[in-house]
């Protein structure tokens, strides 16, 4: 397969693309996260969601440890060409390394106290017990 789909992504200096995961069935944002060409390419190739740790400096599998993998449904490119959209089915109905559904869990109220609103699914010590 050829890789010409790629260059049309306007990827940022450091090679890398902004991802934002929704849940395809309940329209839900689970997480934003980068991607590298390399990421994308194993998405694609795989079928489940693969992306770039900027912090880590290293490629990951979603669910790699927990088990709670990303199985792509639709893939698509916004207007400017700089940020991908990840229709996904999360398997365990856990995105989130903190155990939660997804990773904004954090509500501001009176504009002035952020507060957790979103229940721990799974102890995080239970999940990524390696």
């Known amino acids: 397969m050829s890789d010409i789909w790629l260059n049309k992504i306007n990827w940022s200096d450091d090679g890398l693309v902004q991802v934002v995961t929704q849940e395809a069935d309940s329209n839900k ?3 934003v996260a980068w991607m590298n060409r390399t990421a994308l390419k194993l998405t694609v190739q795989t ?22 993998v990303q199985k792509i449904k639709e893939i698509r490119l916004d207007c400017d060409d700089d ?11 856990i995105s989130c390394h903190t155990g939660r559904h997804n990773c904004f869990f954090n509500k501001l109220e009176d ?9 721990v699914i799974k102890n995080p010590e239970e999940i990524y017990s390696k």
């Open 47 to 68: 079928g489940e969601a693969h992306y770039w740790s900027r912090s880590r400096k290293k490629l990951w599998h979603k669910g790699e440890e927990s088990g709670h």
């Open 111 to 119: 504009g002035c106290q952020w507060v957790v609103v979103e229940p």
């Open 29 to 31: 944002v689970l997480m």
């Open 83 to 93: 940020v991908l959209l990840l229709r996904v089915e999360q398997v365990g109905g």
